[in-house]
């Protein structure tokens, strides 16, 4: 399978090598609907632009969830 930079999807393995996930754990994700994905016939391929969307969301969503308990992070007056 091409997965060159011109590449729109890719296979489910190859994701997980993306994510430093196994191969079983990426095939989990895909399934419970954590990783986006296509089904092509019976081949399952993950579209490159929804992977990125899904770790952009993912990472506004954590940066969001830090400070929400009011702290910002400096602890100089914790001594």
């Known amino acids: 399978m091409k997965s060159g930079p011109d ?9 997980g090598r993306r994510l430093g996930i196994s191969r079983s754990a990426a095939y989990q994700a ?5 990783i986006p994905s296509v089904r092509i016939g019976r081949l399952i391929r993950v ?4 992977l ?10 954590a940066a969001g969830a830090h400070g929400s ?4 992070g400096d602890h100089s007056h914790d001594s």
């Open 47 to 50: 579209p490159l632009a929804a």
């Open 69 to 72: 308990d009011g702290c910002t």
């Open 7 to 15: 590449a729109l999807v890719i296979d489910v393995v190859e994701a």
């Open 30 to 34: 895909v399934h419970a609907g954590q």
């Open 52 to 61: 990125r969307r899904m770790l952009d969301q993912a990472g506004s969503e």
